[in-house]
Every structure is written in structure tokens, then in C-alpha cells.
């Protein structure tokens, strides 16, 4: 994954604006979800979290009734 690439100056805007950076990829077994630091402040975890341990933290919050739209756009 590339957002180790991102320009520190856009880094430090986005962070001021609390604007977090994420993917989501995944396969019929795991979903991985990779995120900055800010993502990560934002959703309460930690930098320690595996990407499947991210993804499941992070799709637990999904609201019920978007899990399908959720589901359909990955």
C-alpha cells in the first residue's frame, strides 16, 4: 500500500482538518483495511492492529441497515 507516499505537506493539512486516509481491499477470505494515523485517532484504535483487525473494528460500526451498501461497494 502507498500512503507512505503522500507529501508531508498534505499530510499535515489533512491532519489539522482531521481528514483520515484509508483503503479497504480484500478476497473471498480476508478484508484487510490500511489507514494514517489520523484514520486511526478517529476510529479509537491503535497502530498495532493488523489491516483484518483494523477492518473488523472498523466494520463493526457500521450501522445496520448500510452494511449491504457497505458490502456491495467493497
Not at 499530510?11 to 481491499?25: A, H, N, R
Not at 498495532?48 to 456491495?72: H, L, R
Request: net charge negative.
Amino acid at each position: 500500500m502507498g500512503l507512505d507516499t503522500i507529501p508531508e505537506k498534505c499530510t499535515d493539512i489533512m491532519k489539522s482538518s482531521k481528514i483520515g486516509l484509508w483503503v479497504v481491499e480484500g478476497d473471498e477470505v480476508h478484508n484487510r483495511m490500511y489507514c494514517d494515523e489520523t484514520m486511526f485517532n478517529l476510529l479509537g484504535i491503535t497502530k498495532e492492529m493488523t489491516p483484518e483487525e483494523v477492518y473488523t473494528a472498523w466494520y463493526s460500526n457500521i450501522e445496520a441497515d448500510q452494511v449491504q451498501v457497505v458490502d456491495e461497494a467493497i
